[in-house]
């Protein structure tokens, strides 16, 4: 069994998701290779010995600088057909999921989406998927090959990094030409210091409780003095008070830090979802009765807007 991860990658980083889907991948056994496809990308491919790969195959084009999915489907068809690769996994993104989507029309194959685990059972490939938001497991496999899945984002976490190197095979890119019909006229980088909510140890996160936009600042101080990252509910995203990007929960981001703070978060099962693999899970509520105590390790009952800047100030004095 030959097992293809398409490893996403920015700024010369490969992303904790693919990574995450390495291990997996890894963890299941069999020959386990990785695809980096971009421009200038030899650098990630190196370091993915270290999560997982045996292999890594590295298309290097100027036809693969931008972000587009079809030309990463004509690369990847072209492998998956010429190394006789049985299984391709993907860690869910905007593009992971473009790309998954076209790869599956292009070979015929099945696709399971929003896989949440994946297990061999006697050689048989299992996949997770949750239904009924999510307070179901569903199991799901594949009747032919290549099988496809696509795993929903902080589902695994990297492996320590401490394989060795890959062996690299530089692939030949050849890219249709109906995929060169699009191309990227511009790209808008969110302005960000500090870690992403997928990549952050720690997550300070706000909701309605907080009372109005300004007040995320209450949350952005701690963050930073945590070196953490700030998420936000869909109410207060709905409201506009917090940008799209930072909504944890089931139409939200998959995330799973060592640490949660929830402030002013009632816990709705749709926000549990995207949180509860979270290490620990710290909330901060006026409400006693706030659902998201019952799931919470350590449950702080009080103002938000009195608590939240003395912690500040005592992880700033503990650290100091
Ligand atoms: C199909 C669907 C998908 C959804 N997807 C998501 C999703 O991805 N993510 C998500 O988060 N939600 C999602 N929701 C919405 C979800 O159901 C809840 O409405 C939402 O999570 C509530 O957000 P909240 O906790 O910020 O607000 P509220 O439920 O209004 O809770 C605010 C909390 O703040 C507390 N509070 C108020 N003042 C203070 C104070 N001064 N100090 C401390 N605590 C205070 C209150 O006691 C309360 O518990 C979805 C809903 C649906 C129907």
């Not at 292999?55 to 990463?72: F, G, H, K, N, T």
């Not at 990094?161 to 690299?168: K, N, R, S």
Request: aromatic share 4%; proline share 4%; hydrophobic share 45%.
């Amino acid at each position: 069994m030959t097992t293809l991860v398409f490893v996403e990658h920015h700024e010369g980083e490969a992303a904790k998701g693919s990574l995450g889907v390495l291990a997996k991948a890894a963890g299941l056994g069999g020959d386990v290779a990785a695809a980096v496809v971009g421009e200038n990308v030899r650098g990630v491919a190196e370091g993915l010995g270290a999560h997982g790969a045996s292999r890594v195959y590295v298309a290097e084009d100027a036809s693969l600088a931008a972000p587009l999915p079809q030309p990463r489907v004509d690369v990847l068809a072209r492998l998956v057909q010429d190394e006789g690769i049985d299984t391709v996994l993907f860690a869910a993104s905007v593009l992971a999921a473009d790309v998954a989507a076209a790869l599956a029309a292009r070979l015929g194959a099945g696709l399971n989406w929003d896989l949440v685990d994946l297990e061999s059972r006697d050689g048989t490939l299992v996949g997770t998927t949750l239904a009924f938001g999510d307070t179901a497991k569903v199991e799901v496999g594949w009747k032919s090959e290549p099988r496809l899945g696509l795993f929903r984002s902080g589902a695994f976490d990297p492996a320590p990094g401490d394989g060795g190197a890959p062996e690299l095979r530089d692939v030949p890119v050849e890219v249709e030409e109906w995929s060169t019909q699009t191309a990227m006229l511009e790209q808008a980088h969110e302005e960000s210091s500090g870690p992403s909510i997928e990549d952050a140890d720690v997550i300070v996160a706000g909701g309605r409780g907080l009372g109005e936009a300004e007040k995320f600042a209450l949350l952005e101080e701690l963050a930073k003095a945590l070196g953490g990252a700030v998420a936000a509910t869909r109410a207060v995203v709905d409201a506009g008070w917090y940008p799209y990007a930072t909504q944890v929960g089931q139409t939200g981001k998959n995330v799973s830090p060592k640490l949660y703070v929830a402030c002013g978060i009632s816990g709705a099962i749709q926000h549990k979802v995207g949180m509860q693999g979270s290490g620990t899970i710290v909330a901060i509520n006026k409400d006693p009765n706030a659902p998201i105590f019952e799931y919470a390790d350590l449950a702080v009952v009080g103002d938000l807007h009195e608590i939240v800047p003395k912690l500040t100030e005592l992880v700033r004095q503990a650290r100091s």
